[in-house]
C-alpha cells in the first residue's frame, strides 16, 4: 500500500547561524496571527478543508469566486456550503479517505469546487488537464488507481470510456457546459453534469474524516514527453504550510481582486489560488482568448501568472505606443530609458543590485547624484506618460508574482521603469510548489528572492555533492515543510531526488549575501518555457539526431518563448546534396536551412506525444564538433549542453532576436 512518510523539519538553529534565522523569521513574529492556526510544524493533525471551514467567520459574504463562462460565482460562506455539499455526494457514491479521482479539466470555478470536495473526504485527485494525449491520461488514470473521473471535455469520455467499466469506475462527473444527455448512462458507468451532482447530494449527510499532516492530499503528474509520467504526491502539510507562508512572505490584502489565467492543475496555479481564496481575495476567471479585454473588466490587483503573460503585456504596450506619431515615440523611449537609470540608480543606493553588492558610502555617491537629477524625470513620466501603460494592466494594478520560468531582464527593466511591482519566485511541483519569492521592500530584480520561512537553501558542487562558499555557482538544494512524499508508486525516482532531508531541485544557481537565490540555468534534461511548458529535450534530440544531416544537436529554449537547436552539421550528406557548400556557412543558406527545420518538425511532429510548443522556429549551425578537448563532451561521450549553451550564448540570442 502507498505510504510515504517523513519528518517536516524546520531549520536548524546554530550559533553561526543564529543571526540569519533571526533575520529572515522574527520580522514575521510580530504579523497578523490570523493564518497561525492553520499551520504548525509540530501538530500532527492538519485538514486543508479547516481552511475553508473558517473562511465565512472572516469575511462573511464577500465574494471570492467569479466565473462568468462557467456561470458560477460565490461567496466565502458558498463556497465552503458547495465544498461540503459536493463531498457528502461524493461520500455517498463510496469516496472516502484514501480514495483516487482521476481530475482531468481545464481552469474553472467549477474545478476548484470538486477538487475541494474531493479533498475534503480525505480523497486524492490525480490531476491533469483534459487536452493531453488520450493515452496518456488513460495511463495516469490506471497507474493513480483511480476509481472515478472528473472531465469537462466529452471526447475524453468516449476515448476513456473504452477503458473504463463498471466494476472499476463508480462514477463520471461532467463540469464542462456541452449538452452530454447521450452520454448518461456509459457502459453501466453513472454519469452526472455539476448541477445534476447538485441534486443528488441534496440529501446527502457529509463526515469529517480524521486527517493528518502527512496524509496525502493529490498527485500532480507531470507532462511525460519521454516514457511514463511520473505522479508527485503532495500532502495536507505540503499544501497548508504553502499558504502560511505566503502569507508571510507577500501578504494579499482581502477584498481585493485577482485574474485568474493559468491551468489550475499546474500547482503553481493552484496553490496560488488556494492561497488568495484563504486571503479573502476575489478570484475572476479568464483565458488568452479574452484576457485583454478581462484586464479591463476586472481591473484586477493582483495577478500570479508566467513570464510569457508578462511579456505579452509588455508587447501589447510597446505595440501601442508604435501607433503613435514618430515624436511621441521618441519622447515615450527616451523617458522610458531615463526612468530605467533612475531606477537602477535608486537600487544601487539601497544596495539591491544583485550583481554589485557594495555597501561603501563612496560607491553610492553617483547613484544619488544620478537618482537625485533624474527624479523629477521620472515623477513626471509616472504621472502623466506611463498611465496609458499603466490603464493596460486595468488601471488599478498593485503588484504581480511572476513564476514558472524565469522572467527576462528586459522584461524586468521594462516594468520597473513603469512603476509596476513585479515579485518573482521559483519553486517545482515537487515542492507544492513554491519555495521562494521576493519581498515588497527587497525586491532584488534578477533574482528569485530569498527561501520562504521554514525554506532552506544549500548550494553544493554537482558531482561531489559537497556545499560552495557562498557566491558560488553550483546544484540548488532545498529543505522544508512543502517537499512532496514522493512520486507515486515509484521509489526508485524518489530516491533519486531525495538526499538525506534535502530535496535535489536540478536547478543551477548561487546565492547572494542577502541570501537571494539566482538561477542560472538547469542541470537536468528539461527545458521550462516561458509559459511554463515543461519540455524534456532529450526526447526531441533523439528524434532529430536520425536526420542525416544532423551530427550533434542541443535544443535550447530554457526560460524563452520557444525551442531553437544548436546543430554540428553531418558534412558528408550535407556535401552529397550541396556539392559547392565546402567552406560556406551554412547559416548564409537560407534554403538548406528551411529545408533542415522543416524536416526535424515534421519528425517532431510525427511523435505520438506531440505537443504544438515543441516545434523549432530556429536553428544555428556549427562546424566545430562537441568533444572532449573543447570541452563539450566528457570522457563517456555526454554532450555538456550547460557548455554548449555557454560557448554558443550569443548565437543563441541571435535566434530570438525579433
Known sequence: MFDFKKEVKLPEIRLSNLGEFVKRHLPFLGESNKHMSLWNATE???FLTDTWEKLPEK?????LLNDEYSGLCLTASQFYEKIIHFAAGLQALGVKKGTKVAQFAESSAKWVVVDQAIIACGALNAVRGSQGPGEELNYIYKHSDSVALVTDNIKLIDTLSKHLSKEDTLFILYIGEEDISGHKKLMGI?????EDFDKFSEDKK??????????PLTIVYSSGTTGRPKGVVLSHGNIVSQLHVLHLAINFESGKRALSILPVWHMYERTCAYYLLSEGCLLNYTNLRNFKKDLQKYKPNYMITVPRLWILVHDSIMAEIKTKPLITQAVFNTLLAVSKICKKARRKIKNQCIYSQDSH???KVFPFVTAYVLKPIDAFSQAFVYKKAKDAMGGQFIKGISGGGALPHYIEDFFEALGIKILVGYGLTETAPVLSVRRDDANRIYSV?????ETEFKIVDPETFVEVPQGEKGLVLTRGPQVMLGYYKNEEATREVIRGDWFITGDLGWLTKDSDLVLTGRQKEIIVLQNGENIEAVALEDVCQQNPFVEQIVITGQDMISLTAIIVPNMDE??????NKANANLNDSSDFKAMLMNELNQAIKARKSFRVYEILTNIYFTQEAFAVDNGLLTQSMKIRKNNVIEKYKNEISSMYKR
Do not use: Q, W
Not at 574 to 579: Q, T, W
Open 206 to 215: 457529509y463526515k469529517k474524516p480524521e486527517i493528518y499532516k502527512d496524509d
Open 449 to 453: 528572492g530569498p527561501a520562504l520561512a
Open 574 to 579: 550535407v556535401l552529397r546534396v550541396l556539392p
Open 44 to 46: 500532527e493533525k492538519l
Open 59 to 63: 469575511y462573511k459574504d464577500i465574494l
Open 361 to 363: 558610502m563612496v560607491t
Open 190 to 194: 453513472p454519469v452526472y453534469t455539476f
